[in-house]
DNA sequence: GGTAATAATAGTCATTAGTACCATGTACCG
DNA sequence: CGGTACATGGTACTAATGACTATTATTACC
């Protein structure tokens, strides 16, 4: 079996751009799906840990590195490649606005693309190859359910950021808006916020108080941050009585 | 490198008894960790789905079937299997306690392991094989985090339960005591509970009400259950393309 | 400069949700 | 038959939320 079955990482990566969630997308030129929009993916090397290896296709394929990856799901259905079985098990990213369109961040295709551009993920360039536009839906719902208690929304975030960017964020993904005044007050007593000093020209009318997100990156007790979690173990006395015991 | 890569499927079954929470092991019998615990676990088959491969390897290795089932995580740590790279989708499982003792849903061990057992999640019979102990503790946080938004704990009960049962199912879950009271309350408001009429004694001092869930069985937007969300998607302009071979 | 426009921030208040706790009902057990 | 245990009902207090108004600091424009 193994030696049928294919298996790769693909990334959807998010950022937000002119207050629109916008996801990383690569022009497919090989067969199936040639000339199709697809994620970011590619296969793992045998000694690579799985963040390694998504962070190493991300910049091979798009030119983008230096995000914050936590795991989506593995999709293995059978037929999802019409080539055989392959499985994926893929990975969200995110990163600050502010790198998108700034030099070092431009998206810009690897070998083996012809393309690495950012979409408006409500308004994807047609329909993505593989079950590629199902991950992406799946990414975004989760994202919109996991912003509301893990500190997501900061990765999108330069490190200093007013209470409009943060409420732009929140507004952006879960599509809903929200009162300001409620709304700060609400992220203030959720989150350790710390004020910085200055202030960022936003050109706005009255300035905007910046702060700054000093709580943990990401949520306790996620695998990708499990620091073996205690347990109490018996000593594992006796290893020899091996019957077919069925406890309770 | 597909030829060095192994596939497993080891899945986390849970069930409640005696208000506790227990988790579903079977003995290796095989080098590595030979006479040690771990999940019960194997290999796909080329053409089976993933549910569909835990739910056969549920049956064959412990003799459970009929479960509830939900993706975990994908373990793919180099390092995590003594004898090379191994990538390990792991589901948890759920069930409702009355299975367990109750005939047909016996734990016995398949062909190669020795034992199948129920064990309490807190009190595990010495370290398990691999990294299954993690695998165990995070299935379990993840457990007590998703039942309170998710209707987890129903699949852990009989169609038919009291508010005292389900208590239970929480507090063994998340490990705090609730109100009576506010719990009953509070479950009323959040889910859809029908009162079914009749009474199940149970020995205690004031007969019961009996309720019945009759909401979904999983919470809308998991990719199990995923309906190709609507997606706004412009046509799909310039199919151009050219050569390479880029898998996904 | 004066003033309108705009968005940030502050504050108010009614409603809702959450928590602690007491009261009563209905069994079982001496 | 009274005591105990647990299910259920209810009440009062507190915290969180949401809708709304007010104030403030800046820019744009005249």
Redesign the pocket.
């Known amino acids: 079996m193994r030696h049928e079955m294919h298996l790769t990482i693909e990334t959807v990566c998010f950022a937000l751009t002119e207050g629109r969630l916008q996801v990383l997308l690569v022009k497919r030129t090989g067969e199936p799906f040639s000339g199709a929009w697809a994620l970011p993916g590619g296969q793992i090397q045998l000694d690579e840990p799985f963040d390694a290896a998504a962070q190493r296709i991300l910049s091979e394929s798009a030119g983008v590195w230096g995000v914050y990856l936590e795991q989506l799901y593995t999709f293995g259905d059978p037929g999802r490649d019409p080539r055989g079985r392959s499985v994926s098990v893929t990975y969200y990213a995110l990163m600050p606005a502010m790198s998108v369109g700034s030099g070092m961040r431009t998206a810009r295709p690897g070998p083996g693309w012809s393309a690495a551009e950012w979409h408006p993920v409500d308004q994807l360039p047609g329909p993505l190859a593989f079950d590629h536009g199902r991950i992406v839906s799946y990414a975004r719902w989760r994202l919109s359910q996991k912003i509301s208690y893990s500190p997501l929304a900061f990765h999108l975030l330069p490190e200093n950021f ?3 960017d943060l409420r732009g964020v929140y507004e952006a993904i879960v599509g809903e808006e929200y ?4 709304f ?3 992220m203030l ?1 959720r989150w350790d916020l710390a004020p910085v000093p200055g ?1 960022r ?1 936003r ?7 910046l702060y700054r997100y000093i709580g943990p990156r990401e949520i306790p007790g996620s695998p990708d941050s499990l620091d073996e979690i205690e347990m109490e173990t018996e000593p594992a006395l006796d290893p020899a009585s091996s019957e077919s015991e069925t406890r309770d």
Not at 179 to 182: A, E, I, V
């Open positions: 007013t209470m409009s009162d300001p005044s409620n700060t007050r609400q007593a202030t020209d050109r706005s009318r009255r300035p905007a108080r």
